[in-house]
């Protein structure tokens, strides 16, 4: 199986880039697709951004299309997603995901981070 850590999570303001990272361990990570979901106090999780195993397709939601930016090391065993200009309303706890399925749907991956909180400050 996949073990997956998130990190780079903080509290900044409005406007401000971060830089989140999912550290892979066990199986070969190059050979799963990569999801990121994000989930806000007292809503459902939602779809952030997906990145293929294979060709290095992305898959944006629309909030976020044109700010972040998904990629990948498999070499390092590493997906990150960059966020540049975050507004109040990324405030969530992000996740990272991996699985066979490169999908928008959260249940259709198998392993999972345990989170990383992003607050944006207006």
């Known amino acids: 199986q996949v073990q997956l850590v998130e990190s780079g999570g903080g509290l900044v303001q409005a406007g401000a880039s971060l830089r989140l990272s999912c550290a892979a361990s066990g199986r070969t990570f190059g050979s799963y697709a990569m999801g990121w979901f994000r989930q806000a106090p007292g809503k459902e999780r939602t779809f952030v951004a997906a990145i293929t195993w294979n060709d290095g397709s992305t898959w944006y939601a629309d909030s976020v299309k044109g700010r972040f930016t998904i990629s990948r090391d498999n070499a390092k065993n590493t997906g990150y997603l960059q966020m540049n200009s975050l507004k109040p309303e990324d405030t969530a706890v992000y996740y990272c995901?991996?699985?066979?399925?490169?999908?928008?749907?959260?249940?259709?991956?198998?392993?999972w981070g345990q989170g990383t909180q992003v607050t944006v400050s207006s």
């Open positions: 995901a991996a699985g066979k399925t490169y999908s928008s749907w959260y249940r259709a991956y198998d392993y």
